[in-house]
């Protein structure tokens, strides 16, 4: 474990994680920090660190794993860099205290996601498809900024949000049934 520095009073105490071939990570860590050699986060890797608030990610990031933070519930942030080319399905499925979420411009497809408090997406350009049921249990949904690169939009990807004003790209060719059902 490694300490922030912030003093005795306020001191904030972070998890390094290594790998899966490091240090399990303990069921009440509440600050995650991934080290800069580690590229792949693998499937399900932090699944019910119930206590976990916030997770700082390396560059050199490639890949977060399917349901790698999933049940995550006090997560408050997620600090994504620029460079993961996939984000996993379900990755942050059920992480009810993520309220802001930007997606680097690494990240060509959307998988679902299923953040319940989830209140705005950060989308940028180099995004090409958002996937079936994307956001569809993102109940508390209400802004999100389509980039000029999207193209395909997958069936369902907004059922269950809040979004009240859409403006799609022209890029988008493709968009799947019920929107917003």
């Not at 009073?9 to 994680?17: D, K």
């Not at 071939?21 to 920090?33: K, N, Q, S, W, Y």
Request: charged share 20%; aromatic share 8%.
């Amino acid at each position: 474990m490694a300490s922030d520095g912030s003093g005795p009073t306020n001191e904030i105490t972070w998890f390094l994680y290594t790998g899966p071939d490091g240090e399990a990570v303990p069921m009440d860590v509440t600050h995650l920090r991934v080290h800069p050699s580690v590229t792949s986060i693998p499937d399900g890797s932090f699944v019910c660190r119930g206590k976990l608030q916030r997770v700082d990610l390396p560059e050199g990031l490639r890949k977060i794993g399917k349901k790698a933070f999933c049940n995550c519930h006090s997560l408050e942030s997620v600090d994504l860099p620029e460079g993961p080319e996939e984000i996993g399905g379900w990755a942050f499925h059920n992480c009810h205290s993520l309220a802001l979420m930007k997606i680097p411009s690494t990240i060509r497809v959307i998988p679902k996601y299923g953040c319940g408090e989830l209140m705005e997406v950060q989308l940028s350009e180099g995004l090409e498809e958002i996937s079936a049921e994307a956001f569809g249990t993102c109940v508390s949904l209400e802004h999100m900024k389509f980039p000029s690169t999207l193209t395909v939009i997958g069936n369902s990807p907004f059922e269950h949000t809040r979004l009240r004003v859409v403006d799609f790209p022209d890029a988008v060719r493709s968009i799947g049934v019920q929107l917003f059902f």
